[in-house]
């Protein structure tokens, strides 16, 4: 069983920055690729960025040179430095892992961009 909580999520006004965190209490972090998607109001979640066990990264075209995925294996934590914020992505950002073939997801965290 995995449980993934998101924290750093709040209001910003367009421009400013936020650094999402995602928590997780599996004991296979490490190995795991970790994703970062978001859902904005009346529309479909979407995948930010991911990075996977060894590093490598991989982002949405309208995140991409905005937003920088890491992780820190020995906090088991995965993070979303988000910079130059616009309304856009006003959205409630989830963090999400694979499993054995079971998604696993957090309940999200709310980030609101004031323009």
């Known amino acids: 069983q995995v449980q993934l909580v998101e924290s750093g999520g709040g209001l910003v006004q367009a421009g400013g920055s936020l650094r999402l965190s995602c928590v997780s209490s599996?004991?296979?972090?490490?190995?795991?690729?970790m994703h970062w998607y978001r859902q904005a109001p009346g529309k479909q979640r979407e995948l930010v960025a991911t990075?996977?066990?060894?590093?490598?990264?991989y982002y949405a075209d309208s995140v991409k040179g905005r937003f920088t995925i890491s992780r820190d294996n020995a906090k088991n934590t995965v993070y979303l430095q988000s910079n130059s914020l616009k309304p856009e992505d006003t959205a409630v950002y989830y963090c999400?892992?694979?499993?054995?073939?079971?998604?696993?997801w957090g309940k999200g965290t709310l980030v609101t961009v004031s323009s």
């Open positions: 990075i996977t066990s060894g590093g490598s990264t």
């Open positions: 999400k892992t694979i499993m054995y073939g079971i998604d696993y």
């Open positions: 599996g004991s296979i972090f490490s190995i795991n690729a």
